[in-house]
C-alpha cells in the first residue's frame, strides 16, 4: 500500500521560512519522480514544483521560483519542499504527490500523478 505522508506545515509571518516533507512507503520511490501542489481556499489545486527520479531535473512555477527549493533524498523515500520568503499568498494545503512514468519529463499536471499525500496546511499571515 503506498504512503505519503506530509508534515512541516504550520503558520508563519511574512517572510518567514517553513521546510514541508513527504514520506515515502510501499513504492520505488528512487524510480517516482515527486511533486508538490497546493490549494488554497476557494481555488483550485496548482501546481507549486516538481523534481525528477534522481533529482537531476528540477521545475517551479513562476509563482514560487527563487523562493522555494525541492530536494529528495532517496535513501530515506523522502522529498522536501524549503519555502523561503513566504507571502500571505502562499497560504493553503500543500500536497505530494507521485508520478510513476518512469525517465519521462517532469510532469505539471495533477492528473498525471499516480499517488496522493493527504496534506499540510500552510498558513503565512501578514
Known amino acids: 500500500q503506498v504512503q505519503l505522508v506530509e508534515s512541516g506545515g504550520g503558520l508563519v509571518q511574512a517572510g518567514g521560512s517553513l521546510r514541508l516533507s513527504c514520506a515515502a512507503s510501499?513504492?520505488?520511490?528512487?524510480?517516482?519522480?515527486m511533486g508538490w501542489f497546493r490549494q488554497a481556499p476557494g481555488k483550485e489545486r496548482e501546481f507549486v514544483g516538481a523534481i525528477s527520479w534522481r533529482g537531476g531535473s528540477i521545475y517551479y512555477a513562476d509563482s514560487v521560483k527563487g523562493r522555494f527549493t525541492i530536494s529528495r533524498d532517496n535513501a530515506k523515500n523522502t522529498v522536501y519542499l524549503q519555502m523561503n520568503s513566504l507571502k500571505p499568498e502562499d497560504t493553503g494545503v500543500y500536497y505530494c504527490?507521485?508520478?510513476?512514468?518512469?525517465?519521462?519529463?517532469?510532469?505539471?499536471?495533477?492528473?498525471?500523478?499516480?499517488?496522493w499525500g493527504q496534506g499540510t496546511q500552510v498558513t503565512v499571515s501578514s
Open positions: 510501499g513504492l520505488t520511490f528512487s524510480t517516482y519522480a
Open positions: 504527490a507521485a508520478d510513476r512514468r518512469f525517465g519521462l519529463q517532469i510532469a505539471t499536471t495533477g492528473s498525471v500523478y499516480d499517488y
